[in-house]
């Protein structure tokens, strides 16, 4: 235990050190490793309009932490509580938007974006953009496919929107609870030095979710490379937006649970994704599509189809 | 007065009235009392009262008549009017048919609902019935639209007639959208305004987006 104090202790020397040294350094250095302070810190000379957020958020991380998931004060059955979860401008949602489609290495985003101000909005609007965006697009990629046959006949296909919908509202907010409390329940066990709220983790979650609106409308193209080739792609981004804000919160933890943690995440955000074009596409020579594992052998799956 | 010397009163004009305060006795609701009036006269002053909102929709203008005398008769017949003419569609199973009546009866409701839930938590100063008003009351080009559609499609179901419909939606749903920004788009905190919008935008694709679809047996 004096180990693990005095290791803090350094830490908060170092930060105070470089904070002393260049008072416009932007320091989150609470959840970053002693090691590599530096690179981190100068990659987050963000303009200027973070900067104040991120002063308020250095004086004391600790407390902004154990604050993180209490600053709504109004009690839950009024109004202006729900109100707390909707203070955001068109701007910050456009950035948050962005961040999760263009995520940088070494940048969290919840400590970059949320920044202990986490909405529903984003999350919200983009689940149900994404329900009608798939629905919309599988319908209209299944008339593209079937459109010479004498035989077809175009349904609407206007079920699939409630299965769409159930689908993507669970994993936008399931996944999120189920991982709040597993990581809770480790934060109990193991000392981490990073730790999210519930509504964050949600808030990553559906901001994650965004790379999926442009992928969907893409698999309207018929063809089984295109259609892999993007899954992997908005897999890449997103996923990697999902590694780099997981893996400081369990990186302290046992590397073989630290490592399952966000392989699962993954996993699960795969599913997903290849779930989805799954049942809501066809395939486009209606022969059902071959094992879900794309990849080395893609090569020999086109040359089959034509 | 100097200035007055040119006016004159015309003799003519009448100057009398009466000046005397009502007394207390006299109900000060009889005017308003629509208890002993003719059925025909409320059932008319409710159709008036729709009637004036539907062209306040088709030709929006800076008026707030919609806001300020709200009612939610319009949106209800135009829900069920939309929801009773997407019915009869073909499907091969129960699955793959278009909406059923309470699909698109819950889609619309509940959409407005959320939609307006949602320019309220943004800030919006609007009153929950009135979005709801407008809102509702701005699905009528997206009615005109399906009655077209069902109109073209009873002459054939061909290219041509896709195109035209492709048209009259689109069309439509641009009018729908534009129509009830202007309404709305006051209401909201002005950096928040795209943010409101943009829910109103997906409601009426995806209405327009059932329109479209609908193919008839």
């Known amino acids: 235990i004096a180990c693990l104090v005095m290791y803090l202790f350094s830490e908060f020397d170092d930060a105070a050190n470089l904070l002393a040294a260049n008072p416009d350094a932007t320091t989150i250095s609470i959840d970053e490793p002693v090691e590599i302070p530096k690179n981190q810190h100068s990659r987050l000379q963000e303009p200027g309009r973070e900067e104040d957020d991120e002063l308020l958020g250095t004086d004391d991380s600790d407390k902004t932490e154990l604050l993180a998931g209490q600053k709504k004060s109004a009690p839950f059955w009024t109004f202006e509580y729900y109100q707390t979860f909707f203070d955001v401008d068109t701007y910050q949602v456009l950035d948050r938007i962005k961040g999760s489609v263009f995520p940088v290495p070494g940048k969290n985003f919840v400590r970059l974006y949320i920044r202990s101000n986490p909405d529903l909005y984003g999350p919200f609007w983009i689940c149900a953009t994404l329900v009608f965006t798939i629905a919309v697009s599988g319908n209209l990629s299944n008339f593209f496919i079937h459109l010479g046959k004498p035989t077809y006949h175009y349904v609407p296909e206007f079920r699939k929107v409630s299965i769409a919908a159930t689908t993507i509202y669970a994993y936008a907010w399931l996944v999120p609870l189920a991982l709040w409390g597993f990581l809770m329940w480790r934060n109990s066990k193991v000392m981490n030095i990073v730790s999210y709220s519930f509504l964050e983790i949600v808030c990553v979650y559906g901001y994650s979710l965004f790379i999926y609106i442009p992928t969907a409308i893409l698999w309207i193209i018929p063809q089984k490379v295109v259609r892999w080739v993007l899954v992997v792609f908005s897999l890449c981004l997103s996923g990697s937006v999902l590694v780099m804000t997981f893996w400081p919160a369990v990186r302290d933890d046992n590397r073989r649970i630290a490592l399952a943690t966000v392989g699962t995440i993954l996993l699960l955000h795969a599913l997903l994704a290849v779930g989805c074009l799954a049942y809501f596409f066809d395939a486009p020579e209606l022969d059902f599509p071959a094992p879900i594992i794309p990849a080395h052998n893609g090569t020999t799956v086109i040359t089959k189809s034509h | ?217």
């Open chain 2, 1 to 217: 007065f100097p200035g007055l010397a040119d006016v004159s009163i015309s003799q003519d004009i009448p100057v009398e009235g009466e000046i005397t305060v009502p007394v207390g006795s006299h109900s000060p609701d009889e005017d308003y009392s629509t208890l002993d009036e003719p059925v025909r006269d409320t059932i008319m002053r409710d159709l008036r009262a729709v009637g004036k909102k539907f062209v306040h929709v088709m030709y929006p203008r800076k008026s707030s008549a919609l806001l300020r005398d709200w009612d939610l008769w319009g949106p209800l017949v135009l829900c069920v009017s939309l929801a009773l003419m997407l019915q009869g569609g073909s499907a091969d199973s129960k699955d793959d048919g278009g909406p059923q009546f309470a699909e698109v009866f819950v889609i619309i409701w509940f959409g407005a609902v959320v939609i307006t839930l949602n320019s309220k938590l943004l800030g919006g100063t609007i009153s929950f019935f009135q979005s709801l008003c407008v809102l509702g009351y701005c699905v009528l080009p997206l009615t005109v639209a399906m009655l077209v559609c069902r109109l073209v499609l009873l002459a054939g179901a061909g290219t041509i007639s896709f195109i035209i419909r492709l048209i009259v939606v689109v069309a439509m749903f641009g009018w729908s959208t534009l129509a009830s920004t202007a309404f709305l788009a006051d209401s909201q905190p002005p950096n928040r305004k795209a943010l409101v919008v943009y829910p109103i935008f997906l409601f009426y694709f995806v209405i327009s987006w059932m329109i479209l679809t609908f193919t008839p047996q």
